[in-house]
């Protein structure tokens, strides 16, 4: 699939880090179209928490999609401050 060849996913995203970087370990984002977000986060451009780990050569995983969620779900959410209940991967899902 190509840069250009992909469907579009609007929604909120969670990225979970191979290994955390100093407190962080997950990113919570929102983008119109997920998978071209998340492909700019594995080229290090971007969110700055994303490039820095890029930087750093920490590989990350999509951990979850709410699909169809917006700016508001993304604020509640990174309200919570509990990523890591958010993420099956932490979970062992």
């Avoid at 492909?39 to 290090?44: D, L, P, S």
């Avoid at 508001?72 to 509990?82: A, F, I, V």
Wanted: aromatic share 8%.
């Amino acid at each position: 699939m190509t840069d250009h060849e992909h469907a579009h996913v609007t929604g909120v995203y969670l990225l979970h880090f191979d290994r955390p970087l100093a407190h962080a370990q997950h990113y919570l984002g929102w983008s119109s179209d997920v998978p071209k977000r998340v492909y700019a986060h594995a080229k290090g451009n971007g969110a700055r928490l994303p490039a820095a780990f890029r930087a750093k050569g920490i590989g990350f995983v999509v951990a979850r999609v709410w699909e169809g969620g917006d700016r508001t779900l993304e604020r509640r959410l990174k309200q919570r401050k509990g990523a890591r209940a958010l993420c099956p991967v932490c979970r062992g899902e």
